[in-house]
């Protein structure tokens, strides 16, 4: 059974970071491009970055360009999103996903994991 889980999330001032980790089971990650998502309250879910099965050239939506940053660890059968600078806004909850590439909308991602409370706040 492909199941992905996500942690790190938490309770964070503004300005502050969080690194949230996916962890694989049941695959092989490298084999699947990791998306990142999150879901405010009242809000639709949103797409904010994707990572190539290798690695390489992650996208992020324009929100949190130059904030975050995913990585791959494919050794490691994770993916990581570090998260810098965090406001308000970005409070919700942050779900990982697995695709075939990226490229695409939600409806092409599997394996979503339960999420992780993100809440940024002083």
């Known amino acids: 059974q492909l199941q992905l889980v996500e942690s790190g999330g938490g309770l964070v001032q503004p300005g502050g970071t969080l690194r949230l980790a996916c962890a694989a089971s049941?695959?092989?990650?490298?084999?699947?491009?990791i998306g990142w998502f999150r879901q405010a309250p009242g809000k639709e879910r949103e797409g904010i970055s994707c990572i190539l099965p290798s690695g390489q050239r992650p996208t992020y939506t324009d929100s949190v360009k130059g904030r975050f940053t995913a990585a791959k660890d494919n050794a490691g059968n994770a993916a990581y999103l570090q998260m810098n600078n965090l406001q308000p806004e970005d409070t919700a909850v942050y779900s990982c996903?697995?695709?075939?590439?990226?490229?695409?909308?939600?409806?092409?991602?599997?394996?979503w994991g339960p999420g992780t409370q993100v809440t940024v706040s002083a």
């Open positions: 049941g695959f092989t990650m490298e084999n699947y491009a």
């Open positions: 996903a697995a695709a075939y590439a990226c490229g695409g909308g939600p409806s092409d991602f599997f394996s």
